[in-house]
């Protein structure tokens, strides 16, 4: 029984060497189905795109747990240890990425299912996102000396508004904020705040209430969730087949998107940079949480609720106005007539775009939510 060789690449910032792993002749995996189909080689290929990339990542997980995974090892001749190739816990965990051999080598029938412990790696691996902004390696130091400049810039302008009711430039954690975002450019960074002030003060953002969007509120077709995800952030939820292009208010469908925006935050920290005094967290809570999730419940989504107007707001709000301030964004249940208002919506997000991630209400249920935590038209088939 010849051996099943993967080979994994870890995907990161950094140049790293491909490992060839081997499954122990003890424990051999059945690859799933899908993807032991070739691209055109016969079957269907609507479900390959979606499922494929979590059937190799499994796969390669599953191989990475027979060949003991804790231990710092290296596999193959020359290879980097195994440890020095997994995420750090200050980074961004690396995608996996598997090539399987030829499909004449492959013997699908004759493998057998993976062990406990390869399922085991299998299900605790899911990406869910972060919690908060990266540091990008700012030492007390550099961060104080990013903050003052950002503070001379600010204090240079004339008429900036405030940062809900207090000066912006007094607020570190505000600038550290915006500095993160902006990968520590002090000069974008005072114009991407500047410009988020401006529209908070246009916007009336700190006078929004239910009374100016009663009629959108009472539909349903948003919420924040009662409940916090495993991670810790707090949840919004949208309901897509609620919302209708032909019935919708648009002025009030913005307002009611900013209001439950600033509830959010108030809910989420603000990071002090670094050598400042942490501010007090739950018991219980080691990590801060400055991230919210967002939910977009897709199924019954039509034509109708192709809104690409609502869509340009929602990805500036996102983009400009409350930057960084989610880890992971789920489209659940996505139908097939949402791919083209995805094509169309994709490139306004830019490198937002990477927060989305689609998946089944299985997946939100297993992974997101502790039991009886789940929001409660996710529970409904």
């Not at 099943?4 to 870890?10: A, G, N």
């Not at 949840?235 to 002025?251: P, W």
């Not at 400009?320 to 994709?346: H, I, K, Q």
Request: aromatic share 8%; glycine share 8%; proline share 8%.
């Amino acid at each position: 029984l010849k051996p099943l060789w993967l080979k994994v690449r870890f995907k990161s910032t950094r140049d790293s060497s491909p490992l060839l792993l081997s499954p122990s002749t003890l424990l051999l995996m059945r690859a799933p189905a899908t993807c032991m189909h070739e691209p055109g080689g016969g079957g269907t290929t609507s479900g390959l795109r979606r499922h494929r990339p979590r059937h190799t990542r499994q796969l390669a997980l599953a191989a990475l747990a027979c060949t003991g995974v804790g231990a710092a090892v290296g596999v193959g001749g020359g290879c980097p240890p195994l440890s020095a190739a997994l995420p750090s816990g200050g980074g961004r965990r690396p995608s996996l990425r598997v090539a399987l051999p030829p499909a004449a080598d492959r013997c699908p029938g004759r493998l057998a299912p993976p062990g406990r412990r390869a399922l085991a790696a299998v299900e605790a691996y899911h990406d869910l996102g972060s919690c908060c902004l990266p540091g990008l390696g700012a030492d007390a130091a550099h961060a104080r000396e990013l903050i003052e400049e950002l503070r001379r810039r600010l204090l240079r302008m004339r008429d900036l508004p405030p940062w809900r009711g207090h000066r912006a430039a007094d607020d570190e954690g505000l600038l550290w904020w915006f500095l993160r975002d902006r990968r520590l450019d002090a000069a974008e960074s005072a114009e991407k705040l500047r410009r988020a002030l401006c529209w908070r003060r246009d916007f009336r953002v700190e006078r929004l209430g239910p009374e100016l969007f009663a009629r959108e509120l009472r539909s349903g077709k948003a919420y924040l969730h009662e409940h916090a995800d495993v991670a810790g952030r707090p949840v919004l939820v949208a309901i897509a087949r609620k919302h209708s292009v032909l019935e919708r208010n648009l002025l009030e469908s913005c307002r009611m998107c900013a209001w439950f925006m600033e509830r959010a935050l108030n809910m989420v920290e603000t990071v002090a940079p670094p050598g400042s005094d942490p501010a007090a967290r739950p018991a219980g809570r080691e990590e801060p949480v400055e991230q919210a999730l967002g939910i977009f419940d897709l199924r019954g989504f039509s034509p109708l609720q192709a809104d690409l107007e609502f869509a340009r707001f929602l990805v500036e709000l996102l983009h400009s106005y409350y930057p960084g301030r989610f880890g992971r964004v789920l489209f659940v249940e996505a139908p097939e007539v949402f791919g083209s208002f995805w094509d169309a919506v994709r490139p306004l997000l830019r490198h937002y775009a990477t927060l989305a991630d689609f998946v089944t209400l299985d997946d939100v249920r297993r992974h997101y939510f502790a039991p009886g935590c789940l929001p409660r038209e996710l529970e409904r088939f």
